[in-house]
Each structure stands twice: as C-alpha cells, then as structure tokens.
T-cell receptor, first 113, second 113 residues
Framework: DTAVSQTPKYLVTQMGNDKSIKCEQNLGHDTMYWYKQDSKKFLKIMFSYNNKELIINETVPNRFSPKSPDKAHLNLHINSLELGDSAVYFC????????????FGQGTRLTVV | AQSVTQLDSHVSVSEGTPVLLRCNYSSSYSPSLFWYVQHPNKGLQLLLKYTSAATLVKGINGFEAEFKKSETSFHLTKPSAHMSDAAEYFCVVSDMNGNKLVFGAGTILRVKS
C-alpha cells in the first residue's frame, strides 16, 4: 500500500535522450510536487500541481515538462538530457490549505552519462 | 520569502547520548515547520511537524522539537541516540499557502558506538 510511488527507481541514460518519470499517489491529496535533490543533497522544489493545474514552476528549464492527467498522477518528462540533470528526483503529495505534511516517494536516481 | 538555516552540516554523537540538531527559520507569517529524515539511499520520512498548536512537538522514534518564536528556532532533540538514528535530517518550512516546502541544507547525524 505505497502512498506515493514513482518509477523507475533508477534511470541511467545518455546525454541528449528524452526520458520520463512517473508518479502516482493513493492518498486522495489535491496537490503533487516534483523536487530535485542535487549531489550535495540539497532539495529544491521544481513544480507544484493543484487539482491538475500548475501552480508553481521554480525557474526550471523548459526541457522539463510535468504532466498531470488527473489528481493522482504527476509525471515528469525531460527532453535532451544533460549531464547536469543527474540528481535524485522526488515526487510528493499533500493536501494544501490544511498545513499537513508532504508525503514523498522513494525517489528516482537519474544518471546522465 | 521563507528560509531555513540548519546551523550544523554534520553532528557526531555517541550512542546513548543526547542529540541536538539546530534549525533557525525566517518567515513573515506564522509558519508550519517540519523535520524530515533521510536514511542512505532512501526517501524522505516525516519525523514531526509544528502547525501552530503546542510549541513542543513530539515525533516518531523519540524525537521532539520545540518551536520558539522569540528565537525563530525549531531545534530537534532526542534524549538518547541510537545507531539507527544515523541519517540526514532536514528542517523544512512551508510557504503561507502550503504550496511548497522550503528545505534546509540538511544535517548529517553520525552515531558512534
């Protein structure tokens, strides 16, 4: 009964490729997020979607395109991958306006070679 | 804008001794504050949260934190460290709408036997 699940867990790919990471939550939350954790373990928000609508885009290159087909899913597509995209990407969900915590997926470790 | 400063990048304690991980926040409103833990190669797990109720918050695994508005601090403590507590700990503040979490840089806790 995983609350927030993301796939794949590991992704190794060559520069220039296009890849997607999928995320699903079964908590009934109305908001989903993508966070990026860099090599120094610093976590920063990339996108936030509330009821399938984009509400936060933190100056992420437009090679990154999130897509939310419904409230329970938020996928991340990355075009023309670069070496600097190597990181761990975390999906999360929460119920905003209630100050509840965010629940995180296990992360996807992306390595661009 | 909200921000979080974790005052120590690394903390080392002996098993059975107290743990103190320091966090200061900056916010123009009454914040929601969280502590998350990340074990090696794992996702993020919520330890505890403060959302303007009791200022002393108890979390999982014997951890607790005290919200001190006058000091703008939210330090994490545990009376007696266990080997399994070795991990990285993140202090986090939520924005006013709860739309995103702002993470501190993290504190790596090492527990010596």
């Amino acid at each position: 009964d995983t609350a927030v699940s993301q796939t794949p867990k590991y992704l190794v790919t060559q520069m220039g490729n296009d890849k997607s990471i999928k995320c699903e939550q079964n908590l009934g939350h109305d908001t989903m997020y993508w966070y990026k954790q860099d090599s120094k373990k610093f976590l920063k928000i990339m996108f936030s979607y509330n009821n399938k609508e984009l509400i936060i885009n933190e100056t992420v290159p437009n090679r990154f395109s999130p897509k939310s087909p419904d409230k329970a899913h938020l996928n991340l597509h990355i075009n023309s991958l670069e070496l600097g995209d190597s990181a761990v990407y975390f999906c999360a969900s929460s119920q905003v306006w209630t100050n509840t915590e965010a629940f995180f997926g296990q992360g996807t470790r992306l390595t661009v070679v | 804008a909200q921000s979080v400063t974790q005052l120590d990048s690394h903390v080392s304690v002996s098993e059975g001794t107290p743990v103190l991980l320091r966090c200061n926040y900056s916010s123009s409103y009454s914040p929601s504050l969280f502590w998350y833990v990340q074990h090696p190669n794992k996702g993020l797990q919520l330890l505890l949260k403060y959302t303007s109720a009791a200022t002393l918050v108890k979390g999982i695994n014997g951890f607790e934190a005290e919200f001190k508005k006058s000091e703008t601090s939210f330090h994490l403590t545990k009376p007696s460290a266990h080997m399994s507590d070795a991990a990285e700990y993140f202090c986090v503040v939520s924005d006013m709408n709860g739309n995103k979490l702002v993470f501190g840089a993290g504190t790596i806790l090492r527990v010596k036997s």
